[in-house]
Nanobody
């Protein structure tokens, strides 16, 4: 059973940094798609960053150059380092995982398992 537990959210001023974590069950080390999504009030959930089976990554244009997704397999933990935060980054951030169909790509539909979310609030 895949379990995902996020932590590390909080409040930060614009321009600041925050790192959020996702403790995952060992099952996700089997080349699973891993990713971060976010949802702000009144908005649809959006994909922020994804990591593919071959280690490749995808970033939304809105976070490219500011956010970095990484994974520590020894600790079964996924991270999202967020720098130069903006008020528009304020959202609930969700960790997600799922079995990949391809080696070097994960579609949004590939993500089957979700964490409970961690809130990130950026003030101006």
């Amino acid at each position: 059973q895949v379990q995902l537990v996020e932590s590390g959210g909080g409040s930060v001023q614009a321009g600041g940094s925050l790192r959020i974590s996702c403790a995952a069950s060992k099952y996700t080390n089997n080349g699973y798609c891993m990713g971060w999504f976010r949802q702000a009030p009144g908005k649809e959930r959006e994909s922020v960053a994804r990591m593919f089976r071959d280690g490749g990554t995808y970033y939304a244009d809105s976070v490219k150059g500011r956010f970095t997704i990484s994974k520590d397999n020894a600790k079964n933990t996924l991270y999202l380092q967020m720098n130069s935060l903006k008020p528009e980054d304020t959202a609930m951030y969700y960790c997600a995982a799922g079995p990949p169909r391809f080696l070097n790509w994960c579609a949004v539909s590939d993500f089957e398992h979700w964490g409970q979310g961690t809130q990130v609030t950026v003030s101006s």
